[in-house]
């Protein structure tokens, strides 16, 4: 028992220890809000595209009825796709679709896939709200569908 309290103690001292040690100090630019949920860079909260406090609706649409091939065998190639995109209603013709990632894509038979999207790819200039490419994981492995965000905010 004097054995059992002994490393009890130990090992209190220790965590208390441990968890009294401080990060280095974030930038200058950098801090946490109050609630301390969020890592805010350069004092304003994200906005547009990346508002945390928005969920984006996404949807692609292909004039192709065999698109799904046509990008499964562009895959190695990194050939793009033309596809209707549409981000919260505002709608993008001719917008370059392709899938994306190793080993997302290579998961088995699964048709839950990464894509990159590029605005520009035939119409220059064209952009969603200063962003010309965009990236949608999928979340490969992560059940949850969170880690990302969590992995961004924390």
């Given amino acids: 028992m004097k054995q059992l309290l002994k490393s009890f103690l130990l090992l209190t001292a220790f965590m208390s220890g441990f968890f009294g040690l401080e990060a280095q100090n974030l930038p200058d630019e950098m ?8 890592l805010m860079i350069g004092g304003q909260p994200n906005s547009g595209y990346y508002d945390q406090s928005l ?9 192709s009825p065999n698109f799904w091939t046509q990008l499964t065998n562009n895959y190695s ?16 013709d001719s917008v370059g679709v392709r899938f994306r990632g190793n080993t997302s894509f290579n998961t088995g038979s699964s048709q839950k896939k990464s894509f990159k999207m590029e605005l520009d790819n035939w119409k220059s200039g ?9 990236k949608i994981n999928n ?4 059940r949850s569908m969170m880690r990302e965000v969590l992995y961004s905010t924390l």
Wanted: glycine share 6%; aromatic share 14%.
């Fill in 31 to 38: 801090h946490i809000t109050p609630d301390g949920r969020m």
């Fill in 55 to 63: 969920v984006r609706r996404i949807d692609l649409t292909f004039a």
């Fill in 77 to 92: 190639t990194k050939t793009y796709l033309p596809a209707t995109l549409q981000i919260d209603g505002q709608t993008f």
């Fill in 126 to 134: 064209a952009d969603y709200d200063g962003y010309s490419t965009f």
């Fill in 139 to 142: 979340a490969n492995s992560d």
